[in-house]
């Protein structure tokens, strides 16, 4: 996160908390017509990790054995006491948008602890200050050693502090969750086969009348 939205995330956490609801961290993206605050919220870890029904594992949450999610109302109940606090506290200059959202499934990163929860997972990071000569890279959260985040990236070893990631989101595995694009030529596929040669000999072309 950039250092305004650092600031805005220690003012609101508490408020956002109070509400049942986790903040995960702030997007502030300024602009010359008003600034953009995006506040991303989700539903508190628990201490163990969910298990897929692949695991055949009983999961915390939801009634349906999945793990709760963040709705509507979560959103817009924290809209509307964040709107509130910030009108009282004022931290913005000028005109802004707020927007209160899920994390989603390429699920925002801000935090060692959320790159802890999710080692072993891919993400796309975008760097405050270039390091060897990159700002943007994707790679797999490989470990956490005090401040810093080591990523594999084409299997070799790139480590980022946390204080210069400006911005990273996990990478779906769309795969995985069943979602890939079907390739082409897959039995079923509407395309068009080519015609099969034959043993036929090609037609006489008529010949002009004499």
């Known amino acids: 996160m950039t250092d305004k939205a650092a600031e805005i995330a220690r003012l609101l956490a508490p408020t956002v908390e109070s509400l049942g609801v986790e903040l995960l961290g702030i997007e502030y993206l300024p602009a010359p017509g008003g600034a953009l605050v995006r506040l991303y919220i989700d539903k508190p870890a628990t201490d163990e990790p969910a298990m897929g029904k692949a695991a055949g594992e009983q999961v915390d949450g939801g009634e349906d054995g999945l793990p709760e999610s963040v709705s509507i109302e979560d959103c817009e109940?924290?809209?509307?006491?964040?709107?509130?606090?910030?009108?009282?506290?004022?931290?913005?200059?000028?005109?802004?948008?707020?927007?209160?959202?899920?994390?989603?499934?390429?699920?925002?990163?801000?935090?060692?602890?959320?790159?802890?929860?999710?080692?072993?997972e891919t993400a796309k990071v975008t760097l405050k200050l270039p390091q060897e000569g990159r700002r943007r890279l994707t790679g797999?959260?490989?470990a956490i050693e005090g401040d810093d985040v080591t990523f594999l990236v084409d299997g070799v070893e790139f480590v980022a502090a946390i204080d210069n990631i400006d911005k990273a989101r996990l990478v779906p595995d769309w795969a995985a969750l069943g979602l890939a694009p079907e390739k082409p030529g897959k039995p079923g596929s509407n395309k068009k086969q080519p015609n099969k040669p034959t043993n036929k000999p090609a037609a006489d072309k008529p010949t002009p009348a004499e």
């Open 140 to 142: 797999v959260i490989a």
């Open 77 to 120: 109940a924290v809209s509307r006491e964040v709107s509130a606090q910030l009108d009282v506290e004022d931290p913005i200059s000028g005109n802004y948008t707020l927007e209160v959202s899920s994390p989603g499934i390429d699920r925002p990163l801000f935090t060692l602890d959320h790159f802890k929860r999710f080692v072993g």
